[in-house]
């Protein structure tokens, strides 16, 4: 090891970090200046840019660098151009830390003035201000998990999940870091009165998001698991002197202290490895970072401190186990991994092991199990028939090549993904994703050339899961709906992935994270819990090659997992979960939910909800698969090329079905392989099948399903116009809509801008949309217009006949959602009690809209003398007290052969009643 002192700047503090894109040390300066220097020849050529004095907090991603200052102010510098320097957030006080996240779109920071602020760079530096309980101290992230982890004043740790446009919390850790009060307000001395904000309070993650390490007022690190926030799973050695800062490197943790001491700890075992001081002549060490096996150290003085070889290396080859959070953010930061260093690091492992007696089978990186005989030790997870701990799934890992370039040959450019994703808002980043068929977002797709995941022989179902995407970078969505969603994300070293599981309502349960060795390609996700699902898809040549597995969001304790019988060519192609709405009864689910199984042969097997089979059929190759808590499960089969039918069973009892092979009105685009053939399918709160397919965008639900052959699916809402105000605004022109589920009159869905056909990372968050059935074109009434005499009977005819027009389907509406929720009372008629009493409620309701709406549609076309189109209305009127009012209508307006004929009608509805 040998020391180097790089006089970069004469004063002031100095803030390091090593950019690999322009394979420069950054080194931001309190004296308003930014340098990025060579550190083979430090004097040569840096590259300097101006920024605001006195910055607390400096950070980068990519080509852009972000400083906070004291003064409140947030600037975003541009490598490439240093004259781009502009100030993207202002607040009242004091910034105390800036992070990128989401892939650099966004930035998080905060400060003085108890508030965590998000800026969408992508968005015109659109800002979201969160409410916090105490002052912002210091804040970490985690790319894998979209985890942000803020540091209080007061020694309080939050944690929140950055997938949304508006982070969630997650988890509040009370009292486990060290707190910290700022008193600084012009600018920020170490040397003198500002001595005590040198203590560290930022927390950093383990690259999967496991495990989060938090500086403890004890001048230790303490270790705390995801699986149990509430006991430190680790703690290392305590020191006399506070910590200044600390850092991952591999296995190695690197720790500053105040007295100018640097320790390197073993992370697994927590031994000391190496220990040195640095002389500061009275000036203090303020941050720390690595590149490679070199550290550089940013101090008060103004200088860096690099010391060469200081990492050993035998915990270098296992660097992309544990990664510093920042270093995560660098798109192309890799690791220099030599290989008698691998031979090292599979001694450590095995020395690990024995001391464990643990009996570890170490294979390739798509079969790290562990012995059978470790079933019963006490901190096992089990996914996917894998058992091991959560340190053993991090040490397996680093057992496994990840640096091959067969690793490497099945991966694309992005601009394949950017042709299917289009313009999308979070896809900034260059990534590469994976051309296999598992995960295929489309259960239907055509031939081409190319080998992406889109592109499979023209006749063939791939496997579909309701809401799912394909691969955006590093990440892509399995599945979607009203409860939540589930989303996978792939390791670097591409040997593993992790699950993560988000519930749009906090209050039933909290994000959780599972680790996939399985390659999981289907999901389905109720109210209870998640069912994945390997397809078998990319080894259809094999047998046997699918399976299932469930566990319940609460605890894993009941989880199990089955391997689903295929033929070789065969694979699954759908399960699902039963669906269920926010407000249904969880303990009676758990009786009532069952999973379905759809094969790409036909096979449908039915499952209770811990495995047993309940039943097995064999219909034409299975598309899609869902099931209400009503007992009624609904299929989508391929009925020839192009041609798809719906079947809809009730297995309350016995198999019987009520549907078989309907037609659909679903098919692929002609002109578009990248639009989806079903965008959502879900059943809407009466238990009635809904479809929303890619082709036109259009919301559809299938009334009169309970009665042989008289299903028939109706318009409720044309999404697309819905959300572009029918094209007219240039706004939102390029705008989609992506379904989630229906409720009463509501459509949940996401709005995806951009021309993006899937959601993008972070998720925005869900908004309801009220249905409107496509009855009429809908008039842009937004530029007035008037008659050529200068006067307002243009612009009023245009508003009667657009109130005309809104009438018009308000009828229809209330005629179409009075009739699903009258064959839902039907269907409920022999209980009674709440939910029957709802139902006759909302019948009543849509009767008096339905009336309503014809009785001002009659007084319209009274008024505008349409004597026909009266009687035509007031024919369809069924309720003696709406005729009585129509002849009200007619006596005002002089109408009395009109009146006669309403008389008329209203006698034979009493004669009809027998009055």
Known sequence: MSERRIHTFPEGNSFVSYNQNVDRLTIGNTIGLVKMINIEDPDKDPISIDIMENITSLCQHGHSVAAATISGVLELLEIRTPSSRQTVFRSPLPLRAAIFINDGTRLACGGDDTKLIIIDLTAENKAIEINIPDQLVDVSYNHTGELLAVSLSNGDVLVYSATNDEPRLVELLPKIGVPKIHTSMDEVDYNGENQDELVCTRTSWTTKGDYLLVPSISNSIKLYARANWLEPAGDFPLSNNKIVDYLLNGSALIVAYTNGEIVV???????????????????????????????????????????????????????????EAEESENEDEGE???????????????????????????????????????????????????????????????????????????????????????????????????????????????????????????????????????????????????????????????????????????????????????????????????????????????????????????????????????????YVTNISLTHQQPDEDERRLNEETKIIVGTSFGYVRIYNLYGLCLHIMKLAPVVATMSSSKGIVFIINQLGNNIFGASILNTETNITFLQQNSVLPLKQSPTNSTVPLIKGMFFNENGDPCLVAGIDDTLLVMTGWRESNNARWVPLLN???????????????????????????????????????????????????????????????????????????????????????????SYIRALTMGKLVNDSYIEEAEGEGEETEKLMDAIQNYAVQFDGSLLKLFAGAVQNEQLKRAFSIARMIKSEKALTSALKICERMDQAKLGFRIGELRNALFDDDGL
């Not at 009275?282 to 200088?303: C, M, P, Q, W």
């Not at 959560?390 to 496994?400: F, I, Y």
């Not at 819905?722 to 992506?738: D, L, R, S």
């Not at 074109?777 to 307002?792: A, L, P, S």
């Open 336 to 570: 220099d991994v030599e290989e008698d260093e691998e031979g090292d690091a599979a001694d450590i492992l095995r020395e690990e092991e024995n001391i464990k007696s643990r009996k570890v089978m170490l294979h390739n990186e798509d079969s790290m199990l562990l012995d059978a005989d470790d079933e019963d030790d006490e901190h096992v997870h089990q996914l996917g028939g894998a058992k091991r701990t959560l340190l053993d799934l991090e040490e397996e890992k680093g057992a496994s090549d990840i640096g091959s370039d067969d690793a490497l040959d099945n991966f694309q450019d992005a601009e394949e993904l950017d042709a299917l994703f289009g313009d999308n808002t979070y896809s900034h980043k260059k990534a590469r994703f994976t051309s296999n068929g598992n995960g295929s977002h489309k259960p239907f797709t055509t031939t081409t050339a190319s080998t992406s995941f889109s592109t499979y022989n023209e006749k063939e179902v791939v496997p579909y899961s309701p809401g799912g995407t394909p691969w955006h970078g590093d990440r892509r969505y399995l599945s979607m709906n009203s409860i939540g969603y589930v989303w996978i994300t792939k390791y670097a070293d591409l040997t593993s992935k992790s699950v993560t599981v988000s519930l749009f309502d906090r209050a039933v349960h909290k994000d959780y994270h599972l680790t996939d060795t399985d390659e999981y390609d289907l999901c389905s996700l109720n109210k209870l819990g998640i069912l994945l699902g390997v397809s078998g898809y990319s080894t259809k040549h094999q047998a046997n090659n699918g399976k299932i597995y469930f566990r319940f969001h609460r605890d894993n304790f009941d989880a199990w997992e089955k391997q689903i019988p295929l033929h070789s060519g065969e």
């Open 265 to 323: 700890y073993d992370f697994k075992t927590k031994r000391e490895l190496k220990r040195t001081a640095v002389d500061l002549d009275g000036y203090y060490l303020i941050d720390i970072h690595v590149y490679r096996r070199n550290a550089f150290l940013g101090t008060s003085k103004g200088e860096i401190i690099e010391l060469s070889n200081f990492i050993p290396t035998s915990n270098n080859a296992m660097s992309y186990l544990f990664d």
């Open 719 to 809: 999404c697309h116009e819905a959300i572009t105000e029918g094209g007219k605004n240039p706004n939102k022109k390029n705008w989609k809509c992506w379904p989630l589920g229906l409720y009463e009159e509501n459509l949940l869905c996401l709005i995806l801008k951009n021309n993006s056909q899937y959601p993008g990372f972070p998720l925005s968050l869900p908004i309801e949309i009220n249905i409107q059935v496509p009855v009429n074109v809908k008039e842009d009434t937004r530029n007035d217009k008037k008659d050529d005499d200068g006067d307002e009977d243009g612009e009023e005819k245009e508003n009667t006949t657009a109130g005309q027009l809104d009438l018009e389907e």
